[in-house]
Structures are given as C-alpha cells and as structure tokens.
C-alpha cells in the first residue's frame, strides 16, 4: 500500500519556465510534508517542508501548496534552472518532524537550457 | 561537519556472502535511521535508532537483515546472506532530535551477483 503517490515520474523543462511536482497522500494523520531534493550520487536533502495550518509556503524560487479537504500537496519551482536538474522526493509523517518519514517514489526533474 | 559518514561508498558482492554497511552520524544527533532506496520501490524506512537504543525495526525486510547502534558515533547494517535482490543504494541519516529535519549520507551502492 503505497501511502504517498507522487507524478509525475519525470519532467522535462526548459529554462525559465515553471516545474510542477503534484503527490497526494491517505493518511488523514499526517501533519508533517517535506519536498526532498537529490543530485546524483548524493543523498536527499531537506528543500522546503509545510505543516496543514498553513495553504502556502514559499522560499525563494520554491513554492509547496497544500490542500487539505483533497490530501493533496505540490512543489513548484518558478524560473527553473539547468541547476534545479535533480529527483525530487515529497515525503508525510505524523507527529510533527518527529516522525518516521513516508516517501513519495520520486520526480526526475531535467531542466534544459 | 563533515556531515554523515557511509563506507563503503560501493560494494560488489556475490550472492550468499555477508555484507557490513558502516554509517558514523553527524555529532549530537541522537536519531539514526537507514533507508534502501531502488527503483521499483523508492525509498524505504528499514529501521531507526534513538539514543542508540532501536525503535521500529518493522522496515527490516527479512531476518537477514541486522543493524547495530553500539554507540552514539557508529551504527551497522548487516546483511548475511546477502541476495542478488538485496542490490540497491543504502542511505544512513541522522536528525539532531524531534522536531529536526533529517540529514542523509551520501550512500552505499550495494551490487550482490
């Protein structure tokens, strides 16, 4: 039972233009969501991560949007850049960030130039 | 901070030997977790430790699995014997306490033929 579903599987890009990373999740008990990013050869790394209370957060070029009533969170990067070319995992947990992380199976993000 | 620390970085091994997968935490961190990350299945939760001590082994996927915290500066992932199915990418990461996020090393590429 996959508990978080993430598409699409791979994005192709060009430079400047908008990525957009949709996952959706079951467990109405998840109230922790974090958007890894992972470079080849390299381990994931902590992007941006939001709690329900909140519809938005931004940082920088990296935007996750949240809805509740459809259990449904998204990662947007604006003005995507040939340096953004990475897989980017969403991730749920319950108990804040003290819990066990549930993660997505991964978006190949390619940005060409 | 040299970060977390995983060695071997690759290791090819043939089918029905046993494998040690090493992982040295960040400094302080009292969470540990190991996670198997392959293609069909992402990333997967094996097992995490606080304060050295197991907490959910329930990722373990078979008695063949094993993992050690003897202390809070290196933790082990046993695998005896080892399956050609056992090949993946193992991450180790550690998190500073509750409410942290989660901070990966950068792997082992585990080849059993």
């Known amino acids: 039972q996959q508990q978080v579903k993430q598409s699409p599987q791979s994005l192709i890009v060009q430079k400047g233009g908008i990525s957009i990373i949709n996952c959706a999740y079951e467990n109405t008990a998840f109230d922790y969501f974090p958007w890894y990013q992972q470079f080849p050869g390299k381990g994931p790394a902590l992007l941006i991560a939001i709690r329900p209370d909140v519809s938005e957060k931004k940082e920088g070029r990296f935007t996750i949007s949240f809805n509740k009533s459809a259990k449904q969170f998204s990662l947007h990067i604006m003005d995507s850049q040939p340096g953004d070319s990475a897989t980017y995992f969403c991730a749920a947990s319950m108990g804040g960030s003290q819990g066990n992380l549930i993660f997505g199976k991964g978006t190949k993000l390619s940005v060409k130039p | 901070d040299a970060g977390v620390i995983q060695s071997p970085r690759h290791e090819v091994t043939e089918m029905g030997q046993e494998v040690t997968l090493r992982c040295k935490p960040i400094s302080g961190h009292n969470s540990l977790f190991w996670y198997r990350q392959t293609m069909m299945r992402g990333l997967e939760l094996l097992i995490y430790?606080?304060?050295?001590?197991?907490?959910?082994d329930s990722g373990m996927p078979e008695d063949r699995f094993s993992a050690k915290m003897p202390n809070a500066s290196f933790s082990t992932l046993k695998i005896q014997p080892s399956e050609p199915r056992d090949s993946a990418v193992y991450f180790c990461a550690s998190r500073p306490g509750p409410g942290d996020e989660q901070y990966f090393g950068p792997g082992t590429r585990l080849t059993v033929t």
């Open positions: 430790f606080n304060n050295n001590v197991p907490i959910d």
